[in-house]
């Protein structure tokens, strides 16, 4: 039997229905998951399962989810007088984090990255370096929201006196995280962040509000990963040597505006009917014999 690893994008608001609806599908088929990672939204999501958490549970709860649950940007006054009188000094994002940290530990059911029932990893940026950083061991939340605090609108999360920020501005998704490290037979890469734009998409996403969520998303999806298609489904080796084989989804979800408010529900379904029908006839080999697949 062969040993699946997950691995989840980043991908903003839509990445968290659009993996939540491709976990379900793994569920559906049947699909055992021997470790997982995620970066950003992917963290969240994969963060979240890995604790244990029921899928349909956690689907349940972001379709409901409000946004003062994860998101309370600064009071206008306040951020006003931080960038005219102080001129932006201290200001280091719109919202702190302590409301979307106290989400996620809700929805974990475990406290630390050691205690998931599976190995799971999230990946983030440290500050003080500039260094990619695969949290795998310590608070599970803090880690989660490492990964997924993304730059001016979040502050960054302070974790053993260094600070960290969104992993996707260096990695749209670990693949190599967990391939060796757990001696893997396969990778299922989940795709989300890969978005093309014309200038009638670039001229309506300047106009919705939050512009500037926008703005980053386009600078921090431009990159084409090198596992990255476009097709709704790729089968690489894995590019480290190892003896895995990576299956890459790619699915083409509707889009989400920020912050998170309607239309979920809509992408997580989506995202598990695509996600079915393309693992669905490879599911024999995937379990059995992962190298016949590249035939």
């Not at 989660?144 to 996707?168: C, K, N, R, W």
Request: with cysteine; proline share 6%.
């Amino acid at each position: 039997m062969s040993k699946i690893g997950i691995v989840l994008s980043s991908g903003g608001g839509h990445g968290v229905f659009g993996h939540t609806g491709f976990m379900a599908a793994l569920g559906m088929l049947e699909i055992k998951i021997s470790a997982s990672a995620g970066c950003s939204a992917g963290a969240v999501v994969g963060g979240a399962l890995a604790s244990g958490s029921d899928v349909r549970g956690w689907a349940e709860t972001i379709t409901h989810v409000r946004t003062d649950q994860y998101w309370t940007p600064r009071p206008s006054w306040q951020l006003l007088y931080s960038l005219g009188v102080n001129k932006g000094r201290g200001l280091s994002g719109v919202s702190d984090t302590a409301a979307a940290v106290h989400f996620l530990s809700e929805n974990l059911l475990v406290e630390t990255f050691q205690e998931c029932i599976y190995p799971f990893s999230a990946v983030a940026i440290n500050l003080g370096t500039g260094e990619k950083v695969l949290f795998h061991k310590g608070p599970l939340a803090l880690g989660i929201m490492a990964s997924a605090a993304m730059p001016g609108l979040y502050d960054p999360v302070e974790i053993e006196g260094q600070y960290f920020t969104d992993g996707a501005i260096i990695d749209l998704a670990p693949a190599e995280a967990i391939c060796c490290r757990h001696d893997l037979d396969v990778l299922l890469v989940h795709h989300v962040a890969q978005r093309e734009y014309g200038s009638r998409e670039l001229a309506k996403a300047l106009n919705q509000p939050w512009t500037i969520v926008n703005i980053l998303h386009r600078l921090i999806y431009r990159r084409r990963p090198w596992y990255a298609t476009g097709q709704p489904r790729s089968i690489h080796p894995c590019p480290c040597g190892c003896k895995a084989i990576v299956v890459v989804i790619e699915p083409k979800l509707p889009e989400l505006d920020w912050p998170l408010t309607s239309g979920g529900a809509t992408i997580l379904q989506a995202a598990q009917s695509h996600a079915v029908v393309q693992l669905q006839p490879i599911l024999e080999p995937l379990r059995a014999e992962p190298h016949a697949l590249l035939e």
